[in-house]
């Protein structure tokens, strides 16, 4: 067996759920109960249709979500770490007549988008899930709340999707379900591939980040992966998240051979380790055989250790996919350069890359040197301002009330 090629989806089997309406259905599905889905679970609904999130077939039952919660693993033994489920108010479920052993027809922005065969209808006891997803229950941790938000009853069941979502520009060019995006790569030789997750406009940090692990893993490909979904106030517009890595490549930064950029529609959940392991799985079913992970991944506050996400690949030799573990990279006056934080002898000395630099070049109209922020990059977050985010690159609530949504569901034909 050569370890290098791709690796099988999650599970061993690539999940599509996917039967598109025709004329003929439309009797049949107007005679359904409706549930109509919020942004985060119609997206979710659409990862598992095209097998995002391999093996699942359908939004999770209370033995998988137990599983998951307890073990980190779903009850056939297969590693998953964050319950995906559909919550439903149980005076919504009464209203559409919803029962198990029923079909139901899935909506979203009041168009069918899937069917789900009801299975299972239960409830959860939300603080003690929180605690055991996030290691915490305080309400100020993001994931949390979401959890505590759930109207506590849940319907599992197998998902098909029946009418295919539009994604909107400027989206359309870099999402790619598992099956496509794995052709592509399969099509340009791409056997060892290394996936970069972001949610950040890239400085020379994240730069050499890639270039460290491309270099480690010994890959074929960085397959960017940008996370679309939920926003907060003050975070980069999703706009300019992909087009300014698309750019890297496109002005040569990144060979075009090596370098690929793409949207993952996914809301951060924020659970450091747990999470980590998530995006992980997802990238391993996109076509990834290794990920890379830098410092406090998909944490938030200090509810994680900074190394937490790396620590954890050790307890699950079962994986598959392989993890690329980077230390920080820095700014050091003394080194004259970006510097490795296993490498640089000057700790004290560090100018951190992180977040706050960077926002006072974009917001404060500096010209960046090329050691923190590339010239081209700031062009296009500009550009992204004007285009998409009403003036700013960085969330704003009209930006949230008045945007294209990345994803449209049509009306049936
Ligand atoms: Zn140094």
């Not at 050691?371 to 700031?378: D, G, I, P, V």
Request: glycine letters at 8%; charged letters at 20%; a negative charge.
């Amino acid at each position: 067996m050569n370890v290098d090629n791709s690796l099988s989806p999650h599970g061993g089997a690539l999940i599509e759920r996917v039967r598109p309406l025709t004329a003929h259905d439309r009797e049949r599905i107007a005679a359904l109960p409706r549930i109509e889905l919020r942004e985060q679970i119609a997206r979710e609904c659409v990862n598992i249709a095209y097998g995002f999130f391999s093996p699942l077939t359908g939004f999770m039952g209370r033995a998988d979500v137990t599983a998951v919660a307890e073990t980190m693993r779903l009850s056939n033994g297969l590693v998953w770490p964050i319950p995906i489920v559909l919550d439903v108010p149980d005076a919504e479920l009464r209203t559409a007549g919803v029962s198990v052993g029923a079909t139901v027809l899935l909506t979203h922005q009041g168009n069918p988008l899937a069917t789900l065969d009801v299975a299972e209808i239960f409830s959860l006891d939300l603080t003690a899930l929180a605690g055991q997803i996030y290691a915490t229950t305080d309400p100020a941790h993001p994931g949390v709340q979401r959890t505590l938000d759930y109207a506590n009853r849940f319907v599992a069941g197998d998902i098909t999707l029946v009418c295919e979502p539009v994604i909107n520009p400027p989206f359309d060019r870099f999402w790619r379900t598992p099956r496509q995006l794995r052709a592509e790569l399969d099509a340009v030789g791409w056997r060892r591939v290394v996936a970069h997750q972001t949610r950040n406009v890239p400085h020379s940090g994240h730069e050499y980040l890639m270039k460290g692990a491309f270099m480690e893993a010994r890959a074929d490909g960085i397959l960017v992966s940008a996370v679309i979904g939920e926003k907060k106030e003050g975070d980069y517009i999703d706009e300019a998240i992909v087009l300014t890595h698309e750019q890297l490549r496109a002005r040569g930064f990144f060979r075009d051979d090596i370098h690929r950029t793409t949207a993952l529609l996914w809301d951060m959940r924020y659970a450091g380790p747990r999470e980590a392991v998530f995006h992980a799985i997802v990238r391993k079913n996109l076509g990834c055989t290794h990920h890379m992970f830098g410092r406090d991944h998909a944490g938030v506050g200090d509810y994680y250790d900074r190394y937490a996400a790396h620590e954890i690949f050790a307890q699950l030799p079962d994986l598959g996919i392989r993890s690329v573990l980077t230390l920080e990279w820095w700014y050091c006056p003394t080194c004259g350069s970006v510097a490795y934080e296993g490498i640089c002898g000057h700790p004290d000395a560090k100018q951190d890359l992180a977040g706050r630099l960077i926002r006072s070049i974009i917001s404060g109209g500096r010209e960046p040197s090329p050691q923190t922020l590339r010239a081209e990059t700031l062009a296009i977050v500009r550009q992204c301002a004007d285009e998409y985010g009403f003036g700013t690159p960085f969330v704003t609530e009209q930006y949230l009330r008045q945007r294209t949504p990345p994803l449209t569901i049509p009306p049936p034909p």
